[in-house]
């Protein structure tokens, strides 16, 4: 079974960057679609970006592209969310996701109920 444990949130000045990662245990990560969700005080959870499971396919929300990348590296069991250009909008607990039964990284942006979570890192973006 996969662990998810986030780090690399923080307070940021808006125009600031954060690389937030994603470690995982398990010797199955490879298997895994990933994804890095987010929930701002009072709302829903959303979705940020996702990534296939070999890497070859990203996904963003319409509100960070151009502006996050996600990537991993399965030969260290990591995923990452690089944020430029951050906004207090951005503010939020992010959280990393995985699912073995996603084929598109497309897929994980309209499916909330995934097989594994963390338990999120804050980022604050002030004005």
């Known amino acids: 079974q996969v662990q998810l444990v986030e780090s690399g949130g923080g307070l940021v000045q808006a125009g600031g960057s954060l690389r937030l990662s994603c470690a995982a245990s398990?010797?199955?990560?490879?298997?895994?679609?990933m994804g890095w969700f987010r929930q701002a005080p009072g709302k829903e959870r959303e979705f940020v970006a996702s990534?296939?499971?070999?890497?070859?396919?990203?996904y963003y929300a319409d509100f960070v592209k151009g502006r996050f990348t996600i990537s991993r590296d399965n030969g260290e069991n990591t995923e990452h969310l690089q944020m430029n250009g951050l906004k207090p909008e951005d503010t939020a607990v992010y959280y990393c996701?995985?699912?073995?039964?996603?084929?598109?990284?497309?897929?994980?942006?309209?499916?909330?109920?995934?097989?594994?979570w963390g338990q999120g890192t804050l980022v604050t973006v002030s004005a």
């Open positions: 996701a995985a699912d073995r039964r996603i084929a598109t990284a497309q897929a994980m942006a309209h499916r909330l109920s995934l097989e594994l």
């Open positions: 398990g010797r199955t990560f490879g298997a895994y679609a």
């Open positions: 990534i296939t499971a070999s890497g070859g396919s990203t």
